[in-house]
C-alpha cells in the first residue's frame, strides 16, 4: 500500500517554483542502462519526469543526478531526477528492425550517391523489375534527384557509384552511428554519461 500511495503522489506532483523559465516537459531523465551507457544515442534515450519519477518508486532505477528543480506533493519533496540507471540489464537485439529512421541512421542522413542531406528518400540498388528485394543488403539512402537520374537501373548501369555498400548494421554500429548526431541541448549532468563523435572544446 506504502509504494502505491507514492506511486499516487507521484501521477499528482506539483511543480516548485525554483526556476519560472524551465517547465518541468524540459527536465527529461537520461536513462542509462545497469552498465551505466545510454539505452540509446539516437535518439537519445530520454524519459519524461513523470515516468522516472514513477521508476524510482517502482525501485527499477537508481537516481545517478537531479535538476535543481523540485516536485512536491502534500508529504514529500523531491528533486526532479536528470540522470537515472536502471538496475537490471536491458540487452539489446543484435540487430536492429529494419525501419526507415534506421537507413536513414546507417547512412547517416545522407543520400549515398552525392552526399546531399536535402529531399531523401530510398534507392533499390538493384532494382526490383531485375529481381532486387527489400533488404538491407539493397537499400540505400538516395535524394529526390539522383533517384530520379538512377531510375530502375543499377548504379553501374546508370554511371553512379555508391559511397558505401549497403549492409544489414548491428544495434552497436547503429549506436556508434548515432554518436555523431548530438542533441541541441544537453543537460551538464548528462555530459559524463555521453561519448559523442565530436570534437571537445580547449
Request: hydrophobic residues 40%; contains cysteine; charged residues 20%.
Amino acid at each position: 500500500m506504502f509504494k502505491a500511495d507514492l506511486i499516487e503522489r507521484a501521477a499528482n506532483f506539483r511543480s516548485m517554483a525554483e526556476d519560472p523559465e524551465r517547465t518541468l516537459e524540459s527536465c527529461p531523465a537520461l536513462v542509462l542502462n545497469a552498465d551505466y551507457t545510454p539505452l540509446s544515442y539516437y535518439p537519445l534515450s530520454l524519459w519524461p519526469w513523470q515516468t522516472a519519477i514513477k521508476a524510482v518508486f517502482l525501485e527499477r532505477v537508481d537516481i545517478i543526478a537531479s535538476y535543481d528543480r523540485a516536485v512536491h506533493s502534500q508529504s514529500l519533496d523531491m528533486k526532479v531526477p536528470s540522470v537515472i540507471a536502471l538496475r537490471q540489464y536491458v540487452k539489446p537485439s543484435e540487430f536492429p528492425a529494419f525501419t526507415r529512421f534506421n537507413l536513414f541512421l546507417r547512412d547517416r542522413f545522407s543520400c549515398q550517391f552525392c552526399g546531399s542531406q536535402q529531399h531523401l528518400t530510398f534507392d533499390h540498388v538493384v532494382p526490383r523489375r531485375l529481381g532486387g528485394k527489400t533488404t538491407w543488403e539493397n537499400i540505400a539512402t538516395a535524394c529526390a534527384p539522383c533517384n530520379m537520374k538512377k531510375g530502375g537501373r543499377t548504379p553501374q548501369q546508370a554511371g553512379m557509384q555508391l559511397y558505401t555498400r549497403p549492409i544489414r548494421p548491428t544495434h552497436w554500429q547503429l549506436q556508434q552511428q548515432g554518436r555523431g548526431f548530438p542533441p541541441n541541448f544537453l543537460h551538464e549532468t548528462w555530459r559524463d554519461w555521453l561519448y559523442w563523435d565530436i570534437e571537445l572544446e580547449a
